[in-house]
């Protein structure tokens, strides 16, 4: 998971969620859930390694899996109106849309706190993994004119499955975005040469619960093979000041591969 975007803002009483949706598309054969760090198949928060209480651990964490990330929303055309957000944590993503332009935003999210709070801000929330979920039947709402899938697909056992699975439910033309850690970023490799040990962080683009690596073409072959052809990539950069200048110089060299932590992909369904 990597974060972006305004501040976090927790939802008020939950609602329930789409319960009876879940149960019909609970899978045991599915491959494993994706879980923020620190969550079990329980869908709970529980206490940290050092004994911080769940709220406190969800605060830590907000930056990474609660804010409604304008990097995303720039991609997302303004005449999608229904919109499948697979991962929606909170739905602070989907409840940005939301307010932006008219629109049905379905999510999905595994983590049942997250769900109950996004089941107040989204028109229809499945509590369910998104293997699950795309095992089933498709939604009411489908075919969707965007899908969105923000730092999920990395967390998956098969990302290009899932994304192909996914992408059947978009109208041809749908536009597909999607936000990806890039592994060949160059501080991560630094670290990898220096200390002789592949990174494994908390958050970012070394997270420890990623169990899928892509450069910036790995995550266009992804895409691709789904179905989606690439329209825009967008290197996300966390620079400032005489690191932003040299980036600029760098990234009309072949170094431009290894400046970017992450990448925010907008792909169009072709059929």
Known sequence: MIWGGSSCRRAGPSHAVDDAATAARASPAAAPAFYPPGVDASGRLPASPNLLPADALRSERCAGY?????????????????ILD???????????????????????????????????????????????????????EAPFDCLIAADVLEHLVDPWQVLSQAAELLRPGGTAVISLPNVAYWHGLLRFVRDGRWPLDDQGVFDRTHLRWFTRDDALDLLQQAGLRPVVVEPRYWASGWRSKWRLLAERTPLDRFLAPQYVISAIRVV
């Not at 990330?69 to 005449?79: E, L, T």
């Not at 849309?97 to 983590?111: A, D, I, M, Y």
């Not at 706190?113 to 996004?118: F, G, L, M, Q, V």
């Open 66 to 82: 609660e804010t409604d990330r304008p990097d995303v929303q720039f991609h997302v055309p303004r005449s999608a109106r229904t």
């Open 86 to 140: 697979l991962g929606c944590s909170s739905g602070s993503l989907g409840a940005a849309l939301k307010r932006r332009q008219p629109s049905t935003v379905v999510g999905v999210e595994p983590v049942a706190e997250y769900a109950r709070d996004a089941a107040e801000r989204l028109d229809r929330v499945f509590a369910v993994d998104v293997e699950s979920f795309l095992s089933g039947p498709a939604p009411a």
